[in-house]
């Protein structure tokens, strides 16, 4: 089940053309780093690729069928940089982190979360803590691929290591395909497979 950008071009009304004719393709199990200068169209990418938006030309197939035949939860989930953009400001965590189907204790314990963080709002956690369920909610088992959006760029070493460990050991088990977008080149040199420049 491959997840695949086919000549894709997006342009916002604003803003003019971002994505010319690009091609991009995951495989299950591949942790692909996307690498490219600031307003290249990393994120863009991402949000076609997990169908928040609509190419302008092009494809994105998931297993050859066009994502949006797809019904219930997305299989190509996204992870933002900014958690406190995911998550409803109106529900609690508990809440919040299940609105993907219920979530294994094991997982939340190894993304480190506190039994007390569930009853809190979003403004109650720190980017850190919230991002922790931001992640533990985009592993739900439907999903098959996961967009990771400088998904650590604001943490500290030790929540980034601990949050990189919990996704490539999901990613690894469940052979889901990464598609990694980050500045760091050192941590896509550590992370992928492969570096894709866009
Ligand atoms: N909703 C929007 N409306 C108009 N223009 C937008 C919108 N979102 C992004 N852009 C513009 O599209 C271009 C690509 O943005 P995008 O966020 O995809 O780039 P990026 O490569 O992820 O950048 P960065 O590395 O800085 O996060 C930028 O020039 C940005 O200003």
Redesign the pocket.
Known sequence: MSLEAKHISFR????GT?LENVSLTVEPGERVGLA??????????C?LLAGYQRPAKGQVLLDGRPLGEYRGLCPVQMIW?HPETAVDPLLRLKDSVHEAGPVDQALLDALHIQPGWLERYPAELSGGELQRFCIARALAPEVKYLLC??VTAMLDPITQAQIWNVLLEAAQARQLGLLI?S?DSALLERLCTRIQP?
């Open positions: 916002y009304r604003k803003k971002v490219g200068p600031s307003g290249r169209g990393k994120t863009t990418l949000k940089q959006d400088e977008v500045h866009l």
